[in-house]
C-alpha cells in the first residue's frame, strides 16, 4: 500500500465539474472519493465520478484500431490505421467535393481540453461544412440568444445561486443534472440554502422533478407552452409598472419594442396555452419584480422544443427588465482563468446570422454547424454537397439524436465512415474504420468551457493518471495526426498542457493562474471568487449595447400565437424526456455500476392516464408515434402532469454494451422522436412534446 498514490482531480464526465481525490498504483484506481476542499464541488460527487474508472477497463472498449474486413472489424497497425482514414476520406472528397465529408461531434469532446483544441484544426483541414454536434440536440437556443442580444454565442448567462432570494426554474431539473449551462455540483445543497436565507425556489415543469419536490414549489404546465409563460410574465411586469433596468437602463436597447411586442400575451392568454391559473402568474411576475434579487433559469424542457429560442431570449429579457442581469442574485457572467469569449472575440467583425443554411430544407447555421436534424437527409438527397463520407468522435447520433433509425439507414449506405470512440455501438458499427478514444483518467483534464458557466470562478488542472492501453496515444494526438496527414505537416504540434500554460496569462487571473499554480494548489483547484458584474466590457453586438428586442425573435411571435397544441384523437399524449442521476448521454451505460438495480427505462404516466388506457405498473406497453414504436414498461406516478409521458434520454443501446449476463434491453427515446420538429430559429431538435399512444 506505501506505492499508492493520490492526484486532485475534476470529473469531466458532466458539466458539474466536481472535485475528486483519486487514489492509484501503477496499474489500477483504489478509490475515487469526494473532494471536500473543493470550492466549486464543495465535497459533493455523483455515481458517474466513481464509474471513472470503469470506462478505462471496459472489457467492451475498442483498444486497438479496428478495420472492418467483409462485414467484420479486425486490429489493424496504427500506420495502417492513418493512411486507411486519410485515404478513404480523400478519395470521396476527391469525387465529391470537401463538403463530401461529414463530421459529427458528440457531448464528450466538450470536456475534452485536448480535443477542444486540436478538433478545429482538423475540420479546417478536411475543409468541409457539414459539420454537426450534439450541441444542437439540447441548447444552441442558449447560443442563438446569446449570439442576437450580446453578441457572442459563448458569452451566456449564469444563476447567481449563492445570492438570489428567488430562483424561478423551467424546464430544468438541476437536483440531477447539477447545472447544464449552469455548472452548479451539489445543487440541492445550494436551493436549501437559498431557502435558508429566506428565500424561494419555483419550478415549473411538466413532471414534479426532483428539484421540485426539493424546492417545495411546483406548477405543472403543458410541453412546448413556457414561451407563453415567460412572455406573459414580462407582460405583467410592464403592466403592473414594475419594469426597471437598473445599471443597464444606459446601454439597452429596446425596451419599448418589447413592450409593445408582449401586449398579445396577456397572462388569461398564457393561462390557457399552459394550465397555470391567471392570478398564480400575476402573482409569479410581481413577487419577482420585487424580490431584492432573482433569477429565472430556463433549461433543457424550455429548449428542447419547437419554441427553443423564443424560451431562451425571454428568459433573458425577463431577467433584464427587472434588474436581475448582470446583477449580484441575478443573471451574471463568469470571469475565468482562460477566458472562451476573449479567445473567440468577434469585437469589430462585421456577421450575419444565421450564417448559411442547409442544403436541403435549409435549416439554420449558428457556431460553424448545421443542426443534427439535417444530417440524415443530407446524407440520402443527391446534388452537389451530398455527405457521402462521415467522421464521427465520440458521438452515437443513432440513440441521440432525433428519428435516430433514419441516420442509422442513412449511414449504412455511405461510401466510408470513420469513428473515434471507445466502442463498437449503434454508431460505430456501421464504420470502416473505428480509432480507439482515450478516457478520461488518461488525459489532461482542464474543463475550458464549463468554467465559462459556473456559479463560482474557480479553476483546476491535472495531468493523465494512466497511459492509454496498448501504446494507443491519446485522443488529442490521434486528432492531431490525421490533421498532419491531411495538410502534410511535419509535426503536430505542442501539448495541450504546453497550450494551457500560453493561454493562462491572457485570461481574467493570469497574474495567478498558471499551469504550476494549479498543479501546486493545496485544495486542487483556485477559488477566484464569486460572479461580478462585467457586461458593459464584454458586449460584442456591432453597437456594443444589449438588444432587448432582436428582430429574429420578434418575427417569430405569430407563430407562437397561432400555436396549437399537436395532442390528438390518434395520439393523445405528449411526450416528454427526462434525466437520470446515474445515466449521462449512451456512453455510460456500459458501466455495470451505473446501470445495475431496476429497469430505469420506463414510460412514465399520470394515474387517471393509466385507468383510462387501463396500464398495470410494470406492464410492458408500445408506446407509439407517427414516427415509430418502442416497447417497455410502464411506471405509474403522480409526478406526471396528466396528458404527458415521460421516457428517459440514451437508452436503447443494441450493440457493444456489456455482456450477454449483465445487458438489460432498452428502449431509444429517439425511435419516436420527429427530425422534421424543430424550432425554426435555431434549428434545435424538439423532443419535447411530441404526440404519442399507449396500447396495452
Request: aromatic share 6%; proline share 7%; glycine share 8%.
Amino acid at each position: 500500500m506505501s506505492d499508492l498514490k493520490t492526484q486532485f482531480r475534476t470529473c469531466n464526465i458532466c458539466e458539474a465539474m466536481c472535485g475528486l481525490i483519486v487514489t492509484y498504483d501503477e496499474t489500477q484506481v483504489h478509490s475515487i472519493k469526494p473532494n471536500p476542499k473543493d470550492p466549486l464541488s464543495r465535497g459533493h460527487i455523483c455515481p458517474k465520478a466513481v464509474a471513472l474508472q470503469d470506462f478505462r477497463t471496459d472489457p467492451d472498449r475498442v483498444t486497438t484500431p479496428l478495420k472492418k474486413v467483409d462485414g467484420e472489424f479486425v486490429p489493424i497497425s496504427w500506420d495502417e490505421a492513418y493512411d486507411y482514414a486519410i485515404e478513404g476520406l480523400s478519395a470521396v472528397q476527391a469525387i465529391h467535393g470537401k463538403d463530401g465529408v461529414g463530421v459529427y461531434l458528440g457531448n464528450p469532446n466538450a470536456h475534452k481540453f485536448g480535443n477542444l483544441l486540436t478538433l478545429p484544426g482538423l475540420i479546417k483541414a478536411l475543409g468541409t461544412s457539414n459539420r454537426y454536434s450534439s450541441a444542437t440536440a439540447d441548447q444552441i437556443p442558449h447560443h442563438v440568444a446569446s449570439i442576437h442580444m450580446l453578441g457572442h454565442p459563448m458569452l451566456i448567462p449564469v444563476p447567481d445561486v449563492a445570492r438570489t432570494d428567488l430562483m424561478l426554474i423551467l424546464g430544468g431539473n438541476p437536483i440531477v443534472s447539477n447545472g447544464s449551462m449552469m455548472t452548479a455540483p451539489g445543487f440541492g445543497k445550494r436551493m436549501d440554502e437559498i431557502k435558508a436565507r429566506g428565500g424561494r425556489v419555483v419550478v415549473i415543469d411538466p413532471r414534479r422533478t426532483e428539484t421540485a419536490t426539493r424546492a417545495g414549489e411546483h406548477l405543472f404546465i403543458q410541453p412546448e407552452s413556457d414561451a407563453f409563460l415567460l412572455l406573459a410574465l414580462i407582460h405583467e411586469v410592464f403592466a403592473q409598472g414594475l419594469e426597471d433596468l437598473a445599471a443597464l437602463s444606459a446601454i439597452t436597447e429596446g425596451l419599448d419594442t418589447l413592450k409593445a411586442a408582449v401586449q398579445p400575451f396577456t397572462a388569461e392568454k398564457a393561462a390557457e396555452m399552459t394550465g397555470i391559473e391567471v392570478e398564480t402568474i400575476r402573482t409569479l411576475a410581481r413577487d419577482f419584480a420585487t424580490a431584492k434579487s432573482a433569477v429565472s433559469y430556463a433549461r433543457m424542457g424550455a429548449s428542447t422544443q419547437s419554441f427553443g429560442s423564443l424560451c431562451q431570449w425571454a428568459n433573458n429579457a425577463l431577467n433584464i427588465i427587472t434588474g436581475n442581469f448582470d446583477s449580484p442574485g441575478g443573471a451574471m457572467f463568469t470571469t475565468p482563468a482562460l477566458d472562451y469569449v476573449g479567445m473567440t472575440s468577434r469585437k469589430g467583425k462585421t456577421r450575419s446570422y444565421p450564417e448559411k443554411r442547409s442544403r436541403v430544407s435549409g435549416q439554420p447555421l449558428y457556431n460553424g454547424e448545421f443542426p443534427v436534424s439535417v444530417m440524415a437527409e443530407e446524407m440520402e438527397t443527391p446534388g452537389e454537397g451530398q455527405i457521402r463520407a462521415m467522421l464521427t468522435v465520440a458521438g452515437n447520433p443513432v440513440l441521440t439524436a432525433p428519428n435516430g433509425r433514419r441516420i442509422e439507414r442513412a449511414l449504412e449506405k455511405l461510401d466510408f465512415m470513420v469513428s473515434i470512440d471507445l466502442h463498437i455501438n449503434d454508431t460505430t458499427r456501421h464504420a470502416d474504420l473505428i480509432l480507439p478514444a482515450s478516457v478520461a483518467l488518461e488525459e489532461e483534464v482542464y474543463d475550458m468551457v464549463f468554467h465559462s458557466f459556473a456559479v463560482h470562478n474557480t479553476a483546476a488542472f491535472a495531468p493523465p493518471i494512466f497511459a492509454p492501453p496498448n501504446g494507443n496515444p491519446q485522443e488529442w494526438e490521434l486528432i492531431s495526426r490525421l490533421t498532419a496527414k491531411l495538410t502534410g505537416a511535419n509535426d503536430i504540434g505542442p501539448s495541450p498542457t504546453k497550450i494551457l500554460g500560453a493561454l493562462l496569462p491572457q485570461g481574467y487571473h493570469g497574474d495567478r493562474v498558471s499551469v504550476e499554480a494549479l498543479l501546486a494548489a493545496p485544495k486542487g483547484s483556485l477559488d477566484l471568487g464569486p460572479l461580478v458584474p462585467n457586461l458593459a466590457d464584454r458586449l460584442e453586438t456591432p453597437d456594443a449595447r444589449l438588444q432587448l428586442a432582436p428582430a429574429v425573435f420578434l418575427a417569430d411571435l405569430p407563430r407562437l400565437l397561432a400555436f396549437q397544441p399537436p395532442a390528438s384523437a390518434e395520439f393523445p399524449l405528449l411526450m416528454i424526456g427526462r434525466r437520470q442521476t446515474r445515466s449521462h448521454n449512451s456512453w455510460t451505460q456500459n458501466s455495470a455500476r451505473l446501470v445495475k438495480g431496476r429497469n430505469r427505462c420506463t414510460v412514465q404516466i399520470n394515474p387517471e392516464d393509466a385507468t383510462r388506457l387501463g396500464l398495470a405498473e410494470a406492464a410492458e406497453v408500445a408506446v407509439e408515434s407517427a414516427l415509430g414504436s418502442v416497447a417497455l414498461p410502464v411506471e405509474i406516478t403522480e409526478e406526471m402532469a396528466p396528458g404527458v409521458v415521460s421516457i428517459p434520454q440514451g437508452w436503447g443501446q443494441r450493440q457493444g454494451r456489456l455482456s450477454a449476463a449483465t445487458r438489460v434491453e432498452t428502449a431509444s427515446i429517439n425511435d419516436l422522436t420527429d427530425d422534421s420538429r424543430v424550432d425554426p430559429i435555431s434549428g434545435n431538435a424538439a423532443f419535447n412534446g411530441v404526440p404519442v399512444r399507449i396500447l396495452a
